[in-house]
């Protein structure tokens, strides 16, 4: 996910290093930003990405379709994913950020292709806010075939945890945008991932064997 607080150019710049470290899905995510700023972002971003990476565009699925994104992020009050795909088109994703089981259900139901979960920690951009912890993330992998995204207060000595939950991947800002070197920390977080899918896989293969 893309930070607010950066300027356009060195947001540009380290989702490039991101990309180059490993990030395959970048979430274009800022309201302060009119129509027109915001489109002339997506595609600068859509230019770095060059095919390596998808990117969705958070809500505006007008700005989706002008840049040449992959796809749009709906948060729980956006349009619904119907009118998205009106839109859209089938050619493009849908995304919808879910906090509960039901919501998830609805949403796999209603055509999204991917669901973003949250808030799995603690996170300094919702301190107010009381985490779900890994057991929705659970629940949900139970009842949904979508890939799920586990997000808030994501860092990769809590990745693992979220992969054994059914989490597909995970979002995050800080832990990359922040970092003094963009490139390391997406190469570190999609390492941890890449072993975590790993031992996911060779848990369940030791789980159905016969002996």
């Not at 540009?12 to 991101?18: D, L, M, S």
């Not at 009106?86 to 259900?105: C, F, K, Q």
């Not at 003094?180 to 060779?202: F, G, M, Q, Y």
């Amino acid at each position: 996910m893309t930070d607010a607080g950066i300027a356009s150019d060195e947001l540009v710049r380290k989702i490039g290093r991101a990309v180059e470290g490993g990030v395959d899905l970048v979430q274009l995510r800022d309201k302060t930003l009119s129509g027109g700023r915001l489109l002339d972002l997506a595609r600068s971003i859509v230019q770095v990405i060059d095919g390596r990476a998808k990117l969705v565009v958070n809500e505006r699925a007008d700005v989706a379709l002008i840049s040449a994104a992959q796809g749009v992020q709906l948060g729980e009050g956006a349009l619904p994913v119907a009118a998205a795909r009106e839109i859209l088109g089938d050619g493009l994703l849908i995304g919808r950020s879910v906090h509960s089981t039901e919501l998830a259900v609805q949403a796999e139901s209603d055509g999204a292709d991917f669901l973003v979960v949250g808030t799995m920690y603690p996170t300094r951009s919702h301190p107010g806010l009381l985490p779900a912890g890994p057991g929705l993330m659970s629940d949900i992998s139970a009842r949904c075939q979508v890939p799920l995204i586990g997000i808030g207060g994501v860092v990769p000595e809590n990745v693992h945890e979220l992969i054994a939950a059914g989490a597909s991947g995970v979002a995050v800002i800080t832990n990359i945008l922040a970092a003094e070197d963009t490139k390391a920390a997406a190469e570190r977080l999609k390492d941890t991932l890449v072993a975590s899918w790993s031992a996911k896989i060779n848990s369940v293969d030791i789980g159905s064997g016969d002996g």
